[in-house]
């Protein structure tokens, strides 16, 4: 039986397939730098306060118990206090205490912030068009003040941290992933009025039902018409009704999909460009060839060679 919350679907399906995990410890005044990668970045404020200069350049005060994520690992800075001079997080020593963890100190003495530092990889694909229209900054504010749970989720991340203990890096990834998973249902939850866009098409009843039959069954022989019985529509409603949510044709939305997928099957799991075209439903190697040069400006053999994390195309309208 068909879930009745697409979106919900989606959030139940975020999982986190790599990652790492830092303890700073932070004696003012201090600034630390955060370059741009294609991982998501989060921060728990564990103890302290500190300033979070947005990419906007906004500064904004983070107390102890708010989360920060940045779902595009965009460019930004935290510091001892707004406007504070920062460096790049690499400059300092890195402490290894484990697999994929860390311990950076800054300053002599009492510190006076303590944050948790990850750099996250999304390993569920239906996450990148809730990634895609996410801001650049989500900001969950108090979050172990409000829930006990998530305070005991705070306390738990400390901990494995703190006693360098073998696994940590696999337990924190797990944490993390409630932690992240609760920081994007807040923001989700908060754009219900949203009349437009991916989030307002995927929690239409009618609309939510095509994008997750797309999502599901990419290699399906999908048209006009078999996606609009899967609605209850008639295709000329489905059509502008879809183009009036989402912004772009079904159609449209199909083929950026099924290339957003191509992408992550020849980077990254290095599948043959004959499979990836076999997989979603293109009669020829040739003519998914087309259609992925089309929509990357290269030949998928040239994405398969490159291989490695790197960023794809957006596929959004």
């Not at 800075?77 to 504070?84: E, H, Q, Y």
């Not at 996450?127 to 650049?136: D, G, S």
């Not at 400006?297 to 309208?317: C, H, K, N, T, Y």
Request: net charge positive; proline share 6%.
């Amino acid at each position: 039986m068909r879930v009745s919350d697409p979106l919900a679907e989606v959030l139940q399906d975020l999982r986190i397939v790599d990652g790492s995990y830092g303890r700073c410890e932070l004696v003012a005044p201090w600034g630390l730098s955060f370059q741009t990668q294609v991982q998501a970045r989060f921060h728990l404020v564990v103890a302290g306060r500190c300033a979070l200069r947005e990419p906007s350049g906004r500064w904004r005060w983070l107390e102890t118990g708010d989360a920060v994520v940045v779902p595009r690992g965009t460019l930004h800075r935290l510091a001892s206090k707004p406007n504070g001079r920062t460096r790049p997080l690499e400059d300092y020593p890195l402490d290894e205490i484990g697999d994929r963890a860390y311990e950076v100190h800054v300053g002599r003495g009492t510190p006076s912030t303590v944050l948790v530092c990850c750099s996250v990889t999304f390993g569920e694909v239906g996450m990148a068009p809730l990634l895609a229209i996410m801001p650049p900054v989500l900001l969950l504010r108090g979050a172990s003040q409000r829930d006990p749970l998530l305070r005991a989720i705070v306390d738990a991340m400390t901990e494995e941290v703190r006693t360098k203990r073998v696994g940590a890096a696999t337990i924190m990834v797990r944490l993390a992933d409630v932690m992240i998973t609760r920081v994007i249902r807040e923001w989700a939850e908060s754009r219900h009025a949203d009349t437009r866009g991916w989030l307002a098409a995927i929690r239409d009843p009618r609309i939510g039902r095509v994008l997750a039959a797309i999502h599901e069954r990419p290699g399906d022989s999908w048209s006009l018409a078999s996606l609009a019985k899967t609605a209850r529509m008639s295709r000329s409603v489905l059509a502008e009704r879809f183009a009036a949510i989402v912004g772009t044709s079904p159609a449209r939305y199909l083929t950026r999909w099924r290339m957003h997928l191509a992408c992550g099957w020849l980077r990254r799991d290095r599948t043959s460009v004959a499979e990836a075209a076999a997989r979603l439903g293109y009669g020829s190697e040739a003519a998914f060839s087309r259609a992925f040069k089309r929509y990357a400006g290269r030949p998928p053999s040239a994405m398969r060679r490159q291989g490695g994390p790197r960023a794809e195309p957006a596929w959004l309208p």
